[in-house]
C-alpha cells in the first residue's frame, strides 16, 4: 500500500480554480491506478476522476468533463487534479485514491489506500 496526502484545498467563487495535489509515499508508487473521490455533505462518496499508472488513460464523471484535469508525476510520487470553473455543487471533501486493477476496465480497479481528504467549497 501507499500512504497518500492531500493538499490544495480552499474556499473560491464560483467560475475560480482550485488545484489539489496529493503526495504518496512508497516506492510502487508508479504501479497503482490513482484516482479522485468526493464527497458532499449528507451524500454518499461518488468517483471524480482517475488516471492509469502509466498516466495514458484517464475517466471522468460527466459532471466534471472539461472543466477538471487530472495528472501524475511517478518521479516525484504525485497526483494532480486541476480544477476550472468551479461550481458550487462541487463543493465537497475530496480525498485521493490509490489502486490496483484486476482487469481491463476501469470497474476492475480495487482502490485500497485513501488519503485523509481536503475540503473544496465553493461560493456562489
Known amino acids: 500500500q501507499v500512504q497518500l496526502v492531500e493538499s490544495g484545498g480552499g474556499l473560491v467563487q464560483a467560475g475560480g480554480s482550485l488545484r489539489l495535489s496529493c503526495a504518496a509515499s512508497?516506492?510502487?508508487?508508479?504501479?497503482?491506478?490513482l484516482g479522485w473521490f468526493r464527497q458532499a455533505p449528507g451524500k454518499e462518496r461518488e468517483f471524480v476522476t482517475a488516471i492509469s499508472w502509466s498516466g495514458g488513460n484517464t475517466l471522468y464523471q460527466d459532471s466534471v468533463k472539461g472543466r477538471f484535469t487530472i495528472s501524475r508525476d511517478n518521479a516525484k510520487n504525485r497526483v494532480y487534479l486541476q480544477m476550472n470553473n468551479l461550481k458550487p455543487e462541487d463543493t465537497a471533501e475530496y480525498y485521493c485514491?490509490?489502486?490496483?486493477?484486476?482487469?481491463?476496465?476501469?470497474?476492475?480497479?480495487?482502490?485500497?489506500?485513501w488519503g485523509q481528504g481536503t475540503q473544496v467549497t465553493v461560493s456562489s
Open positions: 512508497g516506492r510502487t508508487f508508479s504501479s497503482y491506478d
Open positions: 485514491a490509490a489502486g490496483s486493477r484486476h482487469g481491463s476496465s476501469w470497474e476492475d480497479v480495487f482502490w485500497s489506500s
